[in-house]
C-alpha cells in the first residue's frame, strides 16, 4: 500500500480562482498579489521592524571591525550615519513599489529582466539568504551556550567526544563557536517562528523591538560606567590621512551599506503587507536612526571591552563571556538570541523561502520554503565546515553587494523612469505576456550587469584570494555597491532610451485592485492563511465559491 504522502500529487498547491496565472505552474496564493484582508503591516509594524532588524549581531560587529582600518569614531561614525541615510533611499523607493503593485521580489522583477532572466537575481539571492540562514543560526548558537553556561558553568568543562576533523566540538569554549549540541537546541528554537505566515511573523519583530534596544542601552551604560569615554571611546584618534584617509572613509561607507542595501533588492516582500503606501513611509526615518544609535552602542562596548579585557571583542557574545555577573550574562544572551532568531528568519528565511516559492511554486509556498531553508541553509550547507575553512567563500558572500547594487539599479531605473509606474501587474504571470522581452530576457538588463559587474570581478577575487595582485582596480571593490548601483542605474537608462522595449508599455498602470476589486462579503483572518499553507482547505472554502472576480489572463504583445 503506498503511502499517500510520499505521491507528489499531495504536494500540490491550488491555483486560486482569482489568480492571474493560466495553471499552477506559475503561481500559488503566496505568489499571488496581496489581497486586501492581508494588508495589516501598519507605520508602526515597519518601525518595530527595523528597530527589531538593527539591533542584531552583524550591525554591532560592523561598527567596531571599521576602526581598525585607520578610522578614529568620530570619522567612523559618520560614515555610518551617511551610509543608513543613502540606504534607506533604494529602499524606500522599491518598498513603495511593492506597496502599489503588491507582489513579492520574485514576480516584481519580471518586468525589468524579463520572464526567464529575472531567475536569476531570484535564484542567486535565495542560495545567498540560505547560506546566510547557515552561518546566523551557528551565531545562534552561541547565544544558547551563554545562557547555558550562565544557569550552569560547568557546561563549559564537557569533554569533545566529536572527532576534530569535523571542526565541531561537543559544547566548547566562547572562543571557538563550534558547539553542535547549542546549534541543535538554537535550530530546534528557532525552527518554530518559520511556520509563522508573514502576517503573524510582525508581532515577533514587535516583540524584538522592543526587548533588544533596552538590553543594549544597558550594555552601553554598563561600558561607560566601566571605562569613561574619555578613557575608552573617546581616545581613539585616526592614523591615516590624505588619500589613504580617503578610501578608508569610502570603504567603511560601503561596509555599512553592504550591510543592508540588499534589502532594497526585497524590501517588496514586506511592504506587499503595508496597510496603505503611507504606511512603509516611516522607514525613511526609522532606518538610519535605528541603524546609527545600534552602531554606535557596539562602538562604545567594544571600545571598553579593549581597556577591561585587553582586545577588540568584536563579537559581543564574547564579550559576554568574560562577565562574572551570571544573571546579567543570561539575559544580555537572551536578547542576542531574540535578535538573531529574528534577523534570521526576515533576512534570509523568508527571503529564500519567496524564492523557492517562484522557482516550484506548484508545490512550495512560504512555510514550505521556510522548511526547506532550515534543512538545506541549516544543515546540508554544513556552516560550521564553512566557518572553519571556507574563507573564501565567506568573502564573496560579505561581496556579494557587486550583485546587489546593479540589481537595485536596474529595478528603480525601469520602474520610476522607463515605466514611470505603469506596470501591467497580471501580464507578469504570464509566460507569453508583455514581459516576456526577447525569449524571456530583457537584453537591456543582461548588458547592464556585464558592464558593471566586471569591472568589479578583480577586487572581489582579490578578496577571496589575496595573494592575488589586482592592482588599484581592487579599490573599485571597495566601494562596490556605490558603484554597481549608480553605474547599472545609468546604463540601463541609456539604454532602455536608445532601444525602448515598446511592447512593455501601457497606458495607464493595470494593478491587482483595478482587475480584481477587493471582496466586501469574505472576512478572512490570519488563520485563513494558515489553513491555507497547511492545505487544510481549498481556496475556494476560504474565498468563497465565485472568489472575488473573475480569472484573468493579462496582455500578449
Request: overall charge neutral; charged content about 10%.
Amino acid at each position: 500500500m503506498t503511502i499517500s504522502w510520499l505521491k507528489l500529487s499531495t504536494w500540490e498547491l491550488e491555483l486560486e480562482s482569482t489568480a492571474f496565472a493560466t495553471d499552477n505552474r506559475w503561481s500559488n496564493h503566496d505568489m499571488d498579489p496581496t489581497p486586501l484582508r492581508f494588508r495589516t503591516w501598519s507605520s508602526w509594524s515597519y518601525v518595530s521592524y527595523w528597530f527589531s532588524d538593527a539591533s542584531n549581531i552583524a550591525v554591532w560587529e560592523a561598527s567596531p571591525k571599521i576602526m581598525p582600518i585607520g578610522l578614529s569614531w568620530r570619522q567612523a561614525l559618520p560614515a555610518i550615519v551617511v551610509a543608513y541615510c543613502i540606504t534607506a533611499v533604494p529602499i524606500l523607493l522599491t518598498g513603495t513599489i511593492g506597496t502599489r503593485l503588491r507582489v513579492p521580489f520574485s514576480v516584481l522583477s519580471r518586468s525589468s529582466f524579463g520572464f526567464w532572466f529575472s531567475y536569476f537575481p531570484v535564484i542567486t539571492r535565495g542560495i545567498i539568504a540560505m547560506s546566510w540562514f547557515g552561518i546566523q543560526t551557528y551565531n545562534g548558537s552561541e547565544c544558547i551556550y551563554q545562557m547555558l553556561k550562565a544557569i550552569w558553568p560547568s557546561i563549559a568543562n564537557i569533554p569533545n567526544h566529536i572527532p576534530a576533523s569535523s571542526n565541531t566540538t561537543s559544547v566548547g569554549k566562547c572562543s571557538l563557536p563550534e558547539r553542535m549540541m547549542c546549534y541543535l537546541f538554537y535550530w530546534l528554537l528557532q525552527f518554530p517562528f518559520m511556520l509563522l505566515s508573514p502576517q503573524k511573523i510582525r508581532y515577533l519583530f514587535m516583540v524584538k523591538g522592543v526587548i533588544v534596544p533596552f538590553a543594549w542601552l544597558a550594555m552601553v551604560i554598563w561600558a561607560f560606567i566601566k571605562v569613561p569615554p574619555s578613557v575608552g571611546l573617546f581616545s581613539q584618534h585616526a592614523v591615516l590621512q590624505g588619500s589613504d584617509l580617503s578610501w578608508a572613509w569610502l570603504t567603511a561607507l560601503n561596509s555599512a551599506l553592504s550591510l543592508y542595501c540588499g534589502y532594497a533588492v526585497n524590501i517588496a516582500d514586506f511592504t506587499r503587507y503595508a496597510t496603505h503606501e503611507r504606511a512603509q513611509y516611516s522607514q525613511a526615518i526609522i532606518i538610519p536612526v535605528a541603524f546609527t544609535l545600534c552602531s554606535f552602542a557596539g562602538l562604545a562596548v567594544t571600545s571598553a571591552g579593549i581597556v577591561l579585557y585587553g582586545s577588540a571583542l568584536w563579537d559581543p557574545l564574547q564579550l559576554i563571556n568574560q562577565w562574572d555577573n551570571r544573571a546579567a550574562a543570561f539575559f544580555a544572551s537572551f536578547a542576542f538570541l531574540l535578535t538573531t532568531i529574528g534577523t534570521n528568519i526576515s533576512a534570509n528565511a523568508l527571503v529564500a523561502a519567496n524564492d523557492l516559492t517562484v522557482c516550484f511554486p506548484k508545490y512550495i509556498n512560504i512555510r514550505r520554503g521556510q522548511v526547506i531553508c532550515a534543512f538545506i541553509g541549516g544543515w546540508a550547507f554544513c556552516p560550521w565546515e564553512v566557518l572553519a575553512k571556507a574563507s573564501g567563500f565567506l568573502s564573496f558572500l560579505s561581496g556579494y553587494t557587486i550583485f546587489i547594487g546593479p540589481f537595485v539599479g536596474i529595478m528603480i531605473a525601469d520602474y520610476w523612469l522607463i515605466h514611470q509606474g505603469k506596470i501591467d501587474v497580471p501580464a507578469m504571470y504570464q509566460v507569453d505576456g508583455r514581459y516576456r522581452y526577447t525569449l524571456g530576457v530583457n537584453w537591456r538588463a543582461l548588458v547592464t550587469l556585464v558592464i558593471c559587474i566586471v569591472p568589479a570581478m578583480p577586487g572581489l577575487i582579490h578578496s577571496i584570494e589575496p595573494s592575488i595582485d589586482v592592482g588599484g582596480i581592487h579599490n573599485l571593490f571597495a566601494i562596490g555597491w556605490i558603484f554597481g548601483f549608480w553605474s547599472a542605474f545609468v546604463v540601463y537608462y541609456v539604454l532602455s532610451t536608445l532601444f525602448p522595449a515598446r511592447g512593455t508599455y501601457v497606458e495607464k498602470a493595470v494593478l491587482p485592485d483595478d482587475v480584481i476589486p477587493p471582496s466586501t462579503s469574505c472576512d478572512c483572518t490570519d488563520e485563513d492563511v494558515e489553513k491555507l499553507d497547511k492545505g487544510n482547505v481549498t481556496p475556494e472554502a476560504v474565498y468563497g465559491a465565485d472568489g472575488t472576480g473573475s480569472t484573468y489572463h493579462g496582455f500578449h504583445e
